[in-house]
Protein backbone atom coordinates (compact mmCIF):
# COMPACT_ATOMS: atom_id res chain seq x y z
CA UNK A 1 0.00 0.00 0.00
CA UNK A 2 1.46 3.76 -1.09
CA UNK A 3 2.70 5.41 2.18
CA UNK A 4 3.67 9.16 3.15
CA UNK A 5 7.42 8.71 3.89
CA UNK A 6 8.86 11.76 6.51
CA UNK A 7 12.61 12.43 7.68
CA UNK A 8 14.07 12.52 10.24
CA UNK A 9 11.57 10.97 12.47
CA UNK A 10 13.08 12.86 14.99
CA UNK A 11 15.07 16.40 14.76
CA UNK A 12 16.87 18.16 17.92
CA UNK A 13 17.58 21.73 17.44
CA UNK A 14 18.73 24.60 18.95
CA UNK A 15 16.44 27.30 19.61
CA UNK A 16 16.58 30.01 17.06
CA UNK A 17 17.45 27.60 14.13
CA UNK A 18 16.37 26.94 11.11
CA UNK A 19 14.58 23.33 10.19
CA UNK A 20 13.74 21.69 7.32
CA UNK A 21 11.15 18.68 7.43
CA UNK A 22 10.95 16.72 4.32
CA UNK A 23 8.05 14.62 3.40
CA UNK A 24 7.67 12.58 0.07
CA UNK A 25 3.91 12.38 -0.22
CA UNK A 26 2.00 9.41 -2.87
CA UNK A 27 2.74 9.76 -6.13
CA UNK A 28 -0.33 10.32 -7.54
CA UNK A 29 -1.90 12.72 -4.99
CA UNK A 30 -2.79 16.42 -5.73
CA UNK A 31 -2.99 17.81 -2.56
CA UNK A 32 -0.60 18.18 0.44
CA UNK A 33 -0.50 18.81 4.00
CA UNK A 34 1.49 19.64 7.47
CA UNK A 35 -0.07 19.36 10.50
CA UNK A 36 1.28 19.50 13.84
CA UNK A 37 0.37 17.84 17.20
CA UNK A 38 1.90 19.22 20.73
CA UNK A 39 2.48 16.08 22.23
CA UNK A 40 -0.43 13.37 22.68
CA UNK A 41 -2.69 16.97 22.13
CA UNK A 42 -4.71 18.11 19.52
CA UNK A 43 -3.75 17.34 16.23
CA UNK A 44 -3.78 21.38 14.24
CA UNK A 45 -3.86 22.08 10.48
CA UNK A 46 -0.77 24.35 9.54
CA UNK A 47 -1.13 24.54 5.69
CA UNK A 48 -2.63 22.70 2.60
CA UNK A 49 -0.81 23.10 -0.69
CA UNK A 50 -2.53 22.32 -4.46
CA UNK A 51 -1.25 23.38 -7.87
CA UNK A 52 1.85 24.26 -6.58
CA UNK A 53 0.68 26.78 -4.26
CA UNK A 54 -0.09 27.48 -0.51
CA UNK A 55 -4.27 26.96 -0.70
CA UNK A 56 -4.92 27.68 3.10
CA UNK A 57 -3.03 28.39 6.17
CA UNK A 58 -3.90 28.36 9.60
CA UNK A 59 -3.04 31.39 11.91
CA UNK A 60 -0.04 29.58 13.28
CA UNK A 61 1.88 29.26 9.68
CA UNK A 62 3.46 32.85 10.27
CA UNK A 63 6.46 34.18 8.19
CA UNK A 64 8.84 31.93 10.40
CA UNK A 65 6.90 29.18 8.18
CA UNK A 66 7.41 27.96 4.87
CA UNK A 67 6.73 25.33 2.35
CA UNK A 68 7.93 24.06 -0.66
CA UNK A 69 7.91 21.62 -3.51
CA UNK A 70 10.82 21.55 -5.12
CA UNK A 71 11.26 18.96 -7.24
CA UNK A 72 8.00 17.01 -7.49
CA UNK A 73 8.13 14.61 -5.40
CA UNK A 74 9.41 16.05 -2.10
CA UNK A 75 7.05 18.41 0.08
CA UNK A 76 9.16 20.42 2.80
CA UNK A 77 8.12 22.58 5.92
CA UNK A 78 10.77 25.11 6.51
CA UNK A 79 11.22 26.63 10.47
CA UNK A 80 13.47 29.43 10.00
CA UNK A 81 14.39 30.40 13.61
CA UNK A 82 12.81 28.12 16.17
CA UNK A 83 11.09 28.84 18.87
CA UNK A 84 10.59 26.30 22.19
CA UNK A 85 6.94 26.33 21.21
CA UNK A 86 7.76 24.51 18.31
CA UNK A 87 8.20 21.53 19.85
CA UNK A 88 6.22 19.11 18.69
CA UNK A 89 5.17 16.18 16.25
CA UNK A 90 4.92 17.29 12.44
CA UNK A 91 2.95 15.59 10.36
CA UNK A 92 2.71 15.57 6.65
CA UNK A 93 -0.14 14.41 4.30
CA UNK A 94 -1.08 14.10 1.00
CA UNK A 95 -4.75 13.02 -1.04
CA UNK A 96 -6.38 12.89 -3.87
CA UNK A 97 -9.23 14.42 -2.51
CA UNK A 98 -10.85 14.28 1.13
CA UNK A 99 -9.54 10.93 2.28
CA UNK A 100 -5.62 11.11 3.51
CA UNK A 101 -2.87 9.18 3.84
CA UNK A 102 -0.82 10.61 6.82
CA UNK A 103 3.15 10.01 7.10
CA UNK A 104 4.50 8.31 10.41
CA UNK A 105 5.79 12.39 11.50
CA UNK A 106 8.70 13.79 12.72
CA UNK A 107 8.80 14.48 16.27
CA UNK A 108 10.61 18.46 16.42
CA UNK A 109 12.34 19.24 19.67
CA UNK A 110 13.58 22.40 20.36
CA UNK A 111 15.78 22.91 22.91
CA UNK B 1 -17.03 28.47 13.72
CA UNK B 2 -16.32 25.31 12.99
CA UNK B 3 -15.46 22.54 15.99
CA UNK B 4 -15.09 18.93 16.56
CA UNK B 5 -16.12 17.98 20.08
CA UNK B 6 -14.80 14.74 21.95
CA UNK B 7 -16.57 15.14 25.36
CA UNK B 8 -14.42 12.63 26.96
CA UNK B 9 -10.80 12.99 27.66
CA UNK B 10 -10.96 9.27 28.22
CA UNK B 11 -12.91 6.15 27.88
CA UNK B 12 -12.31 2.72 29.88
CA UNK B 13 -14.24 -0.45 29.26
CA UNK B 14 -13.22 -4.23 29.74
CA UNK B 15 -12.72 -6.40 27.22
CA UNK B 16 -14.97 -8.08 25.33
CA UNK B 17 -17.41 -5.01 26.26
CA UNK B 18 -18.93 -3.23 23.37
CA UNK B 19 -17.05 0.65 23.48
CA UNK B 20 -18.62 3.78 22.18
CA UNK B 21 -16.13 7.27 21.44
CA UNK B 22 -18.34 10.06 21.22
CA UNK B 23 -18.24 12.84 18.41
CA UNK B 24 -20.00 15.76 17.70
CA UNK B 25 -19.75 18.51 15.08
CA UNK B 26 -20.32 21.99 13.86
CA UNK B 27 -19.79 22.49 10.13
CA UNK B 28 -21.95 24.06 8.07
CA UNK B 29 -23.04 22.41 4.68
CA UNK B 30 -22.29 18.74 4.01
CA UNK B 31 -19.08 17.25 6.17
CA UNK B 32 -17.03 14.75 5.59
CA UNK B 33 -16.22 12.63 9.14
CA UNK B 34 -13.64 10.70 9.50
CA UNK B 35 -12.26 8.30 12.48
CA UNK B 36 -8.54 7.65 12.83
CA UNK B 37 -6.05 6.17 15.51
CA UNK B 38 -2.95 6.99 17.00
CA UNK B 39 -0.90 4.40 19.22
CA UNK B 40 2.16 5.55 21.23
CA UNK B 41 4.68 7.33 19.25
CA UNK B 42 2.89 6.42 15.89
CA UNK B 43 1.85 8.57 13.28
CA UNK B 44 -2.54 8.55 12.01
CA UNK B 45 -3.93 5.75 11.18
CA UNK B 46 -6.98 5.95 9.31
CA UNK B 47 -10.04 3.27 10.66
CA UNK B 48 -13.05 4.87 8.58
CA UNK B 49 -14.90 7.91 7.00
CA UNK B 50 -18.58 8.71 5.88
CA UNK B 51 -18.82 10.84 2.43
CA UNK B 52 -22.47 10.36 2.24
CA UNK B 53 -25.11 6.81 1.78
CA UNK B 54 -25.67 4.43 4.25
CA UNK B 55 -25.39 6.71 7.84
CA UNK B 56 -24.00 3.41 9.37
CA UNK B 57 -20.19 3.04 8.29
CA UNK B 58 -17.63 -0.05 8.96
CA UNK B 59 -14.05 0.29 9.02
CA UNK B 60 -10.59 -1.13 9.80
CA UNK B 61 -9.93 -3.96 13.31
CA UNK B 62 -14.29 -4.06 12.93
CA UNK B 63 -15.03 -0.46 14.02
CA UNK B 64 -18.14 0.96 12.99
CA UNK B 65 -19.37 4.42 13.29
CA UNK B 66 -22.97 6.03 12.99
CA UNK B 67 -23.54 9.74 11.28
CA UNK B 68 -26.72 10.91 12.68
CA UNK B 69 -27.12 14.72 10.99
CA UNK B 70 -29.76 15.57 13.45
CA UNK B 71 -27.65 15.48 15.90
CA UNK B 72 -24.37 16.33 14.31
CA UNK B 73 -22.76 12.83 15.62
CA UNK B 74 -20.63 10.86 14.31
CA UNK B 75 -19.88 8.05 17.44
CA UNK B 76 -16.96 5.73 16.92
CA UNK B 77 -18.41 2.36 18.19
CA UNK B 78 -17.09 -2.00 18.25
CA UNK B 79 -19.33 -4.45 19.42
CA UNK B 80 -16.18 -6.14 21.29
CA UNK B 81 -13.54 -4.51 22.99
CA UNK B 82 -9.96 -5.94 22.61
CA UNK B 83 -6.67 -4.67 25.02
CA UNK B 84 -4.97 -4.11 21.82
CA UNK B 85 -7.50 -1.76 20.76
CA UNK B 86 -6.54 0.92 23.57
CA UNK B 87 -5.57 3.79 21.82
CA UNK B 88 -5.69 7.69 20.92
CA UNK B 89 -8.62 8.01 18.94
CA UNK B 90 -9.17 11.23 16.83
CA UNK B 91 -12.65 12.46 15.04
CA UNK B 92 -11.73 14.83 12.35
CA UNK B 93 -14.03 16.48 9.98
CA UNK B 94 -13.86 18.13 6.43
CA UNK B 95 -16.09 20.41 5.71
CA UNK B 96 -17.05 19.19 2.39
CA UNK B 97 -15.41 19.96 -1.11
CA UNK B 98 -12.97 22.54 -1.69
CA UNK B 99 -13.03 25.76 -1.70
CA UNK B 100 -9.74 26.78 -3.01
CA UNK B 101 -8.05 24.00 -3.21
CA UNK B 102 -8.06 22.27 0.38
CA UNK B 103 -9.70 19.72 2.18
CA UNK B 104 -8.65 20.67 5.71
CA UNK B 105 -9.59 18.77 8.44
CA UNK B 106 -10.97 20.18 11.72
CA UNK B 107 -9.81 17.46 14.65
CA UNK B 108 -10.88 16.63 17.94
CA UNK B 109 -9.35 16.61 20.80
CA UNK B 110 -8.97 13.14 21.12
CA UNK B 111 -10.21 10.31 23.20
CA UNK B 112 -8.05 7.73 25.04
CA UNK B 113 -9.73 4.14 24.78
CA UNK B 114 -8.31 2.03 27.47
CA UNK B 115 -9.55 -1.65 26.94
CA UNK B 116 -9.15 -3.46 30.43
CA UNK B 117 -8.42 -7.43 30.36
Known amino acids: EPEVTQTPSHQVTQMGQEVILRCVPI?????FYWYRQILGQKVEFLVS????????KSEIFDDQFSVERPDGSNFTLKIRSTKLEDSAMYFC?????????FGSGTRLTVV | AQSVAQPEDQVNVAEGNPLTVKCTYS??????LFWYVQYPNRGLQFLLKYITGDNLVKGSYGFEAEFNKSQTSFHLKKPSALVSDSALYFCAVSPGGTTSGTYKYIFGTGTRLKVLA
Open chain 1, 27 to 31: SNHLY
Open chain 1, 93 to 101: ASSEEYGYT
Open chain 1, 49 to 56: FYNNEISE
Open chain 2, 27 to 32: VSGNPY
